[in-house]
């Protein structure tokens, strides 16, 4: 079975300060990571998913295959970052298998 | 605009009072599922469906029922809420293939 660690719930920095929230893995297959996003109990918003290799917002993740890692970082914190992040994982290979997600983390970024 | 739809948003309702929290997504999407979010333990499925007529238990069916007979609606019922179903309920829904997921704007409930 697959499983989603994020070691911290509470992650507070400056601004402009660099951040990196963990998340960790654990699946014998070929997993696809997500990061998602949630402000204010809004509803949750896709941030990145590994496959794309982009950066949204300045975050950018990388996919670490042996440290089965796919840590989120930013090079200086705003203010308007701070909000609840979850990691999430999509084991299977088929079609719109279901999202394990990490137990979050909240980002405070203080002025 | 494509989105997945909750109803209620709000809602604080009595143990043993049956509720249904309805879920709808104008995308024609065939996979819908539920998830309740709770401090500290993150995300958990509920149910999923991939399909018309197809659901599956997610993590944590215990106390919750679903159905999915048309392809737009998913509806969360709760026969017999209990306390410990006090949470925030989301919806979500993609097309088959490694597609986005989307999340609906959630549903807190409170049992008392």
């Known amino acids: 079975a697959q499983r989603v660690t994020q070691p911290e719930k509470l992650l507070s920095v400056f601004k402009g300060a660099p951040v990196e929230l963990k998340c960790n893995y654990s699946y014998s297959g070929s997993p696809e990571l997500f990061w998602y996003v949630q402000y204010s109990r809004q509803r949750l918003q896709l941030l990145l998913r590994?496959?794309s290799r982009e950066s949204i917002k300045g975050f950018t993740a990388d996919l670490n295959k042996g440290e089965t890692s796919f840590h989120l970082k930013k090079p200086f914190a705003q203010e308007e970052d701070s909000a609840m992040y979850y990691c999430?994982?999509?084991?299977?290979?088929?079609?719109?298998?279901?999202?394990?997600f990490g137990e979050g983390t909240q980002l405070t970024v203080n002025p | 605009e494509a989105q997945v739809t909750q109803n209620p948003r709000y809602l604080i309702t009595v143990t043993g009072k049956k509720l249904t929290v309805t879920c709808s997504q104008n995308m024609n999407h065939e996979y819908m599922s539920w998830y309740r979010q709770d401090p500290g333990l993150g995300l958990r499925q509920i149910y999923y469906?991939?399909?018309?007529?197809?659901?599956d238990k997610g993590d944590v069916p215990e106390g919750y029922k679903v159905s999915r007979k048309e392809k737009r609606n998913f509806p969360l019922i709760l026969e017999s809420p209990s306390p410990n179903q006090t949470s925030l309920y989301f919806c979500a829904s993609s097309p088959l293939g490694r597609n986005t997921i989307y999340f609906g704007e959630g549903s807190w409930l409170t049992v008392v």
């Open positions: 469906s991939m399909n018309v007529e197809v659901t």
């Open positions: 999430a994982l999509r084991a299977g290979e088929t079609s719109g298998s279901r999202l394990t």
């Open positions: 590994h496959i």
